[in-house]
């Protein structure tokens, strides 16, 4: 097996030590970036483990790298969500069982621990210690990832209190696909493993197709992460948003009168109709804040509280009535309702759909010719 893995391995190590430098010297220099240039370097130390360890001499019993890949890819979607975030020590505490299963990998580098997955479960001395580290694997994939998504998942959720549109460069979805993609690689790979333990149902050894995936998952994770900026730059800083209580403490020290709040809300319903900023497809609150002079966190406040809505909503409904305003204007009878969407602020067909349903409980089809059969009769 290991004369058809080696082109990977090779292609693969040049691959993860290119991608880390681009990243490690990409600008602006975030602690994210960095992360990521540590992920892929790590990749490209256990590619070239692997290389060593088949080829030339025994050089590790476990395989430890792997502890930093799930901890890695938490850490930098927690430092790419929210910019402002300082590393500290605690964030160390990730890698205990990186540096626990190093030590012991070094310690035992000369005995035959898992050379052979068919012999995982020889009741030998070391049973115990294989059982450990195959749990303790198991485990760092299946929280690591499942942290990932739910903090991606998270991060979503917040957006719709900070911009009006959606974009994979703010929503980090080819992220999520690739977090979760990765876990479904490295579970097939344990089932594989493990019906390789219990008999020789494999014909190959799914020891060295884990660095195929690993090598796969390098080029995606490097391809969309030169391209993925910072997000919203370091002026604006995102708010965890994790349950009601937290959400009213956050308001009641934020100062706000009542008097004020209500002043607050004339002036954006106000802006809504006469600047129409919703047409702009890209409108943050940030840009709304800009254009009436009221701070970014009142907003969020006021629209929460006295509206019953978040930005999100609250901007492209607004979007939609001018969508519905649109369709009965017959100057636009000529225009595709997509071609109508993106003129009114949409950017993205499903936002446009599904507000539409939601607001009308028609789809954008179904109340045009609504629309045409009412002004045909």
């Known amino acids: 097996m290991i004369d058809y893995i080696e082109p990977i391995l090779y292609i693969g190590i040049s691959q993860s030590f290119f991608a880390g430098l681009l990243v490690a010297t990409k600008k602006p220099v975030t602690i994210a970036n960095r992360l990521m240039a540590a992920w892929l370097f790590m990749i490209c130390i256990e590619l070239i483990f692997a290389l060593i ?33 300082k590393f500290n020590w605690l964030s160390l505490l990730h890698f205990i069982p990186f540096v626990a299963f190093f030590i012991i990998s070094v310690i035992f580098r000369s005995e035959p621990l898992v050379r052979d997955l068919r012999s995982f479960f020889v009741a030998d001395k070391f ?5 450990i580290y ?5 485990l760092s994939i299946t929280i690591y990832s499942s942290l990932t998504f739910l903090e991606i998942r998270r991060h ?34 344990f089932i594989l493993g493990g019906l390789n333990m219990i008999g020789n149902y494999i014909p190959f050894d799914p020891y060295f197709v884990i660095f195929f995936f690993i090598a796969v998952f390098s080029f995606a994770y490097s391809f969309y992460g ?53 047409l702009n497809n890209n409108l943050s609150i940030n840009d709304l804040s800009s254009l009436t002079g009221i701070p970014r966190h009142h907003i969020t406040q006021v629209l929460n509280e006295k509206y019953g809505k978040n930005f999100f909503t609250f901007i492209n409904e607004y979007r939609v009535k001018e969508v519905i305003s649109r369709l009965s204007d017959p100057r636009y009878n000529s225009y595709t309702l997509l071609a ?38």
Do not use: H
């Open 156 to 189: 979503q959720k917040n957006l719709r209190n900070l911009v009006s549109y959606t974009s994979g460069v703010i929503t980090l979805s080819w992220l999520k696909i690739i977090s979760i993609s990765f876990y479904a690689a490295y579970f097939i790979l």
């Open 127 to 131: 049973l115990s210690l294989r059982l």
């Open 340 to 377: 109508i969407a993106y003129d009114s602020g949409f950017n993205s067909k499903a936002t446009f759909n599904s507000f539409f349903k939601s607001y009308t409980g028609l789809t954008p089809s179904e109340y045009r010719e609504k629309l045409a059969g009412s002004s045909g009769s």
């Open 226 to 278: 030169i391209k993925q900026p910072v997000i919203f730059g370091q002026e604006l800083i995102l708010n965890d948003i994790n349950g009601n209580k937290k959400e009213i403490t956050k308001y009641q020290k934020s100062g706000l009168k009542e008097e004020q709040a209500d002043e607050y809300l004339k002036i954006l319903l106000d802006c809504m109709e006469k600047e129409k900023p919703y």
């Open 53 to 85: 360890n088949s080829k030339v001499l025994e050089m590790y019993s476990f395989q430890f790298i792997t502890f930093t890949y799930g901890p890695l890819l938490y850490l930098y979607v927690k430092f790419m969500t929210d910019p402002e975030r």
């Open 134 to 138: 195959g749990f303790s694997f198991f």
